[in-house]
C-alpha cells in the first residue's frame, strides 16, 4: 500500500468512526507529521480525498472534511439501499461458488460480536466504525470485493451527516437489527434479509424531511 493510500485509508477509517467530524480542518503538516511523510504526498493524498467527495479545499484556509447537505445525504443513503439489497441472493443457492452460507454467517456473527462489545464498553469511536461497516463486511463475505471499497465510500459519507450523539439505545437497536439480518439469512430466507437492509435504510429517509438526526446504520 502507498503513503498516499494509507493517508486516505486512516482518514476514511477516521470519518467512520466520528473521529472526523464535517468542517474539520486537516493540516498538511500536522499529517506529515503523523505519517512520516513528505507535505507533497499528504497534498496528493488530500486531492484523492478530495476527488471522493470527502474534503474540500477553501482558498487561504486549507483543507477541511466536507459538510454534506440533507439532501447529498439523502443520495447517499438511496446509493447504499440499491447496493446492499443487491448484495444478497434470491436463493441460498444463488451464492457465489465457494462462499458457503455457514461461513458468511459465522463471519457475520464474529462483526456482531465486536458491534456488542463496543456498545458494552461505551467505546464511542469503536461503536460507530463498526456499526457502520457491518455492511461492508457483508459485501466482503459474499465476496463482493469491488462492491465493499464503493460501500466504504457511501458509508463513510452517511457517517459525515449522522448523529453525533447516537445513545446507546440506538446502536443496540442497530446492532439488533444486523443480527435480525444474519438470522434471516441462516434460515434461508433472503427475500426477508434484503427487507430488512431495506427497511433499515428507509427509515432514515422517511423521518429525513421530520428530522436531521440520522441514525449510523
Known amino acids: 500500500m502507498t503513503a498516499q493510500n494509507k493517508i486516505t485509508k486512516r482518514v476514511v477509517e477516521s470519518i467512520l468512526a466520528q473521529k472526523l467530524q464535517p468542517g474539520e480542518r486537516l493540516g498538511e503538516q500536522e499529517l506529515a507529521d503523523v505519517f512520516g511523510v513528505s507535505r507533497t504526498l499528504v497534498r496528493e493524498a488530500l486531492m484523492q480525498l478530495q476527488a471522493r467527495g470527502f474534503v474540500e479545499v477553501r482558498p487561504r484556509k486549507g483543507w477541511y472534511v466536507v459538510e454534506p447537505s ?65 455492511h461492508v463486511c457483508l459485501a466482503e463475505c459474499l465476496g463482493h470485493r469491488l462492491l465493499s471499497t464503493v460501500l466504504r465510500d457511501l458509508t463513510a ?50 423521518s429525513g424531511e421530520q428530522s436531521e438526526r440520522l441514525i449510523v446504520r
Open 70 to 134: 440533507l439532501e447529498e445525504a439523502r443520495d447517499a443513503f438511496a446509493a447504499r439501499k440499491i447496493i446492499e439489497a443487491g448484495l444478497i441472493p434470491q436463493e441460498v443457492a444463488d451464492l457465489p461458488d465457494g462462499v458457503p452460507l455457514q461461513q458468511v454467517v459465522h463471519q457475520l456473527r464474529e462483526h456482531i460480536s465486536l458491534e456488542r462489545q463496543a456498545i458494552a464498553d461505551n467505546d464511542i469511536a469503536q461503536r460507530s466504525f463498526v456499526l457502520a461497516d457491518f
Open 157 to 206: 459519507r452517511t457517517t459525515l451527516v449522522a448523529s453525533l450523539y447516537q445513545s446507546s439505545h440506538d446502536a443496540t437497536q442497530s446492532c439488533d437489527e444486523h443480527e435480525d439480518i444474519v438470522q434471516a439469512m441462516e434460515n434461508g430466507d433472503m427475500a426477508l434479509a434484503r427487507e430488512l437492509v431495506e427497511s433499515g435504510l428507509a427509515l432514515w429517509e422517511n
